[in-house]
């Protein structure tokens, strides 16, 4: 069963817009990351944020939480061709396991 | 360091075979894990392991054992391939059991039967 949806599926955007993607969970969590894949590539890392905080950034990345709505959004601002990958939301809900979400492919042209 | 490895990267299996995948990490990280990737389907996690010696199943563990003999390899293996174990497999490590952690993946094996 898949904890995370990510939505929306694909998105298309011209580079120097912001990217904004969201991952919705079902049960409680205490944190979710999120994870960049490029095409036929491994996943990378790119930011956790744990269940008690709201917000969080890395450079151009804005992670939000809102555990009442079990959601985040991933917002990737001034986009760039190089950040064209799918982005999955992984939720860990134990000691041991995450669950992945289904993704969302990014596109950014320019 | 190399971080995460897998071999091999591609493979070609007919119904009824078996095969291992291998994995292995330079980053001494107690947590290594498995999942396969389908389209539309994110990623699913298959085994894992919390040290040597020590595994448990995941999300999809039919068809699949694994063993952790080492704390560098944990390797996958198919014990009769079937079709629907066609799939994009791919391997991962953290450095403690906490999911905290983030966690780094190899480059994946691609995994076709027939």
């Known amino acids: 069963s898949q904890q995370g949806e990510e939505d929306p599926q694909a998105l298309s955007i011209q580079e120097g817009e912001n990217a904004t993607m969201n991952c919705s969970y079902k049960?409680?969590?205490?944190?979710l990351q999120w994870y960049r894949q490029n095409s036929g590539r491994g996943l990378v890392h790119l930011i956790l944020?744990?269940?008690?905080?709201r917000e969080k950034h890395s450079g151009r990345l804005r992670v939000t939480l809102d555990t009442s709505k079990k959601s985040s959004s991933l917002l990737i601002t001034a986009s760039r061709a190089a950040d064209t990958a799918s982005y999955f939301c992984?939720?860990?809900?134990?000691?041991?396991?995450?669950?992945f979400g289904t993704g969302t492919r990014l596109k950014v042209l320019a | 360091n190399a971080g995460v490895t897998q071999t091999p990267k591609f493979q070609v299996l007919k119904t009824g075979q078996s095969m291992t995948l291998q994995c292995a990490q330079d980053?001494?990280?107690?947590?290594m894990s498995w999942y396969r990737q389908d389209p539309g389907m994110g990623l699913r996690l298959i085994h894992y392991s919390v040290g040597a010696g020590i595994t448990d199943q995941g999300e999809v563990p039919n068809g699949y054992n694994v063993s952790r003999s080492t704390t560098e390899d944990f390797p996958l293996r198919l014990l009769s391939a079937a079709p629907s174990q066609t799939s994009v497999y791919f391997c991962a490590s953290r450095g403690t059991s906490s999911s905290y952690n983030e966690q780094f993946f190899g480059p994946g094996t691609r995994l076709t039967v027939l």
């Open positions: 992984a939720t860990g809900t134990g000691t041991y396991k995450y669950i």
């Open positions: 980053m001494n990280h107690e947590y």
């Open positions: 049960t409680s969590i205490n944190n």
């Open positions: 944020i744990r269940s008690n905080e």
